[in-house]
């Protein structure tokens, strides 16, 4: 977990990793220089749980880093990255591990998220529609869930195998707030998955999250795409990539990815009949959602000033 000036949400996160039913072997916190109060709290939670490892960095060096550190220094053969203002809800670890120990091919399990907008206080489930018991999906069957528009691998849900992870290259710091889409991706579509239909996870959307405020950045966002895709290009990523790009996964990168593709002569390839449908698709709907808000806000001005008129003719 790694942990910045998150003082006040770590007895609840670390406090439900601390208490599930199939308790994890070592918990490891990385404090990454934080201002707050984050330290003495971690201190205090780590002498009465002897599970509890925390370390505290020297300088700043953001998620990704801490999340490779934390990665070097795990001894477990799975693993579980959590953020600190995140919870795992109980029996994760039990639902999750007893469908990878019996399915012990798989990169990695997953569930269903519930991702919460802490401005809005909405909530929607994520990754519910991969299938109605525990099971091991091939990466064929991911491919055909996919091109139904059925898989995600929700990334606050994964306990990853070790060395699948690391056969992925690991989280790549190039790749920003994308490292572990790439990592989860590369990994489930080499070995395949496992899946529980459960929910397990609550992930806060929070509105100046690592991954929000980096997708706002149009530029920045283009040039980690551009990495993104050079990076499946490589030989060691072709046995995934191969079916990444057949089931049309990448969609998920929108607009700016197909219009990397069409500028890139030899990305050309990657605009797969899956790819162009699910994009398209995508790109249409927001469209759509944009005119309605748009005629909405024309609908509501024109309604004020019907009632401002009705009422200076009386």
Known sequence: MPNFNHARFLPESVGALLSQSDPASEIIVMDDCSTDDSWDVLQTLAARHPILRCHRNKKNQGVVPNMNCGLALAQGDYVYFAAADDKVLPGFFEHTMRTLRAHPQAALGCSIGNWVDVATGSSRQVGEAMGAE????????????????????????????????????????????????????V?????????????????????????????????????????????????????????????????????????L??????????????????????????????????????????????MADNSGAK
């Open 261 to 306: 593709m069409l500028a890139t002569p030899r990305w050309w390839r990657h605009l797969t009949p899956a790819f162009l449908r699910k994009t398209l698709a995508t790109m249409a709907q927001a469209e759509r959602k944009k005119w309605r808000r748009s005629w909405e806000k024309h609908r509501h001005r024109w309604q004020r000033h019907a």
């Open 134 to 185: 525990p099971c091991y999906l091939s990466p064929e069957r991911m491919v055909e869930l996919e091109k139904q528009g059925r898989l995600l691998i929700a990334s606050q849900t994964v306990i990853v195998k070790r060395a699948a992870l690391l056969r992925a290259g690991g989280f790549q710091p190039e790749l920003r707030w994308f490292c572990d889409w790439f990592a989860n991706y």
């Open 187 to 259: 990994a489930g579509f080499r070995e395949g998955i496992c899946f529980v239909p459960q929910t397990l996870t609550v992930f806060n959307v929070h509105p100046a999250s690592y991954s929000k405020a980096g997708r706002s950045q149009k530029k920045t966002r283009r040039e980690v795409l551009r990495e993104l895709i050079a990076r499946l290009d490589q030989r060691e990523n072709a046995d995934a990539a191969r079916l990444i790009h057949d089931s049309g996964a990448l969609y998920l990168f929108g607009k700016p990815a197909l219009t």
